[in-house]
């Protein structure tokens, strides 16, 4: 069974641009969640979508929304790209997120100059 | 709200010496606990779980957790480490029926040969 996969692997963008970045999920999985990594604050949670639903939501700002689709495969959209939101983005995939076994994706590296 | 706390940020081994990673976190009800690992360059992946029953979890490549309710502890423990074992380790945690865990900052583990 394929896994996790994540495109583009990495980005380079500019302030003020935006950037989508996708996820697949592995097959029958429904819920995929998205994690923004960094050194100093670790995984934190963005968004969590089940049956093209958003199901929960973290602390961060309006630019970062996302979407998912009915093979359930997601994009995640950040607009006015800041430098700070540099980082590695991090898709993972579980069957119905009851019990959250996650499997992650290899992460797109994003790099805002 | 549930926090994740790892208590040491950076630990360095020599190849044979035993492990013992720290993981608490703060939340009153029932949850479950995980310990991913990140190896160089490779995907987020989960290296042992509990949702219940025996508190000393089994997970692959020799590591194993335990689970102490009363100290809200969910510490990672391997007897003899070894030079692939040299990664970012993880701990996450997720009240039931919540579908989104947490994760804690990382402890970057660096084993000499």
């Known amino acids: 069974k394929a896994g996790v996969t994540q495109t583009p692997r990495y980005l380079i963008k500019t302030r003020g641009q935006q950037v989508t970045l996708s996820c697949s999920p592995i097959s029958g999985h429904r819920s995929v969640s998205w994690y923004q990594q960094t050194p100093g604050q670790g995984l934190q949670f963005l968004f969590e979508y089940f049956s093209e639903t958003q199901r929960n939501k973290g602390n961060f700002p309006g630019r970062f929304s996302g979407r998912q689709f009915s093979n359930s495969r997601s994009e995640m959209n950040v607009s006015t790209l800041e430098l700070g939101d540099s980082a590695l983005y991090l898709c993972a995939s579980s069957w119905t997120g009851d019990y959250n076994e996650q499997f992650f994706g290899p992460g797109t590296r994003l790099t805002v100059l | 709200a549930q926090s994740v706390s790892q208590h040491n940020h950076h630990v360095i081994l020599s190849e044979a010496a035993s492990l013992e990673l720290g993981c608490n976190y703060s939340?009153?009800?029932?949850?479950?606990l995980f310990w991913y690992v990140q190896y160089p360059g490779q995907h987020l992946q989960l290296l042992l779980k509990?949702?219940?029953?025996?508190?000393l979890v089994k997970g692959i490549k020799g590591f194993e957790a335990e689970f102490i309710k009363s100290k809200f502890s969910f510490n990672l423990r391997k007897p003899s480490v070894q030079w692939s074992d040299t990664a970012e380790y993880f701990c996450?945690?997720?009240?039931?029926?919540?579908?989104?865990?947490?994760f804690g900052r990382g402890t970057s583990l660096i084993v000499h040969p």
């Open positions: 939340y009153g009800g029932t949850v479950n």
């Open positions: 509990y949702f219940s029953g025996d508190p």
């Open positions: 996450a945690v997720n009240a039931k029926g919540s579908y989104i865990p947490t």
